[in-house]
């Protein structure tokens, strides 16, 4: 019955693991476009001998949860900045953009010049025009339309990269807002997603829903807690102190 505690300690574990999950999201509620990750379980078999003692009970004490999570890719509503290089991407769509680990993927348009007057993202990652290189820019009124096309002062330079995937669980979360496809990159495809111009795509965690879902994952773990103390300190003394006598 020992391994029982084992099945506990596990469901333990997977709420506190859960917890992690949803502060990672609270700290984030405010971070232009990201997106929330949601928790699951799942229970696995743990190998029980023969045929004859996989019975119910064998069943149930010789199992382990463990905690998986999706993300969450729903739009978070959009807010006006009035900056001319903050962009929201409306519709299933990521912008392009090189990184040092490679290629990746965001929703986050809040955009500025460096010093080489290349167009970055947030972290100072070069963003990545339809021509397939990095789009340079110089002085001047710099205008971005519903398109994604990029102007400097009326003349057309380049065109804002934005793809989507048919499956988007092939993106895996980075930090910054930023994605990884875990497929091959020739499965990204052109988006119809429009631009908003002088407006940034806000988190889309729900911060009220998800302090309430920490109170009940706070529960669950109190709950599994007591009932390993139950195991531990009261029936095994018990079954102890009977063995003696």
Known sequence: MDSGIYT???GLKAQSDALDLLANNLANSNTTAFKEQTAFY????????S????DDLNSTINSSIRLGSTVNMEEGSISATGRDLDIAVQG???????????????RDGSLRLNAQSVLVSSNGSPVIGESGKPITLG??????????????????????????????SALQQEGSSLFKSQADRSLEKSSDA???SGYLEQS?????SSIVRMVEIMRHFE??????????????SKAIEKLGN
């Open 139 to 168: 002085q001047g009124k710099i205008a971005i339309d519903e398109n994604g096309e990029v102007s400097l002062d009326g003349t057309q330079i380049d065109r804002l990269k934005v793809v989507t995937f048919d499956d988007l």
């Open 92 to 106: 299933n769509g990521f912008l392009v953009v090189d990184t040092p680990r490679g290629i990746r993927y965001t």
């Open 51 to 54: 045929p004859q003692q996989n």
């Open 204 to 208: 889309n965690v729900n911060a009220v």
């Open 8 to 10: 506990a300690f596990s």
């Open 42 to 49: 799942t229970c696995l078999k743990q190998a029980t001998g």
């Open 194 to 196: 429009s631009i908003k």
């Open 223 to 236: 709950a599994i807690q007591k009932s390993i103390s139950l195991v531990m300190n009261d029936i095994n």
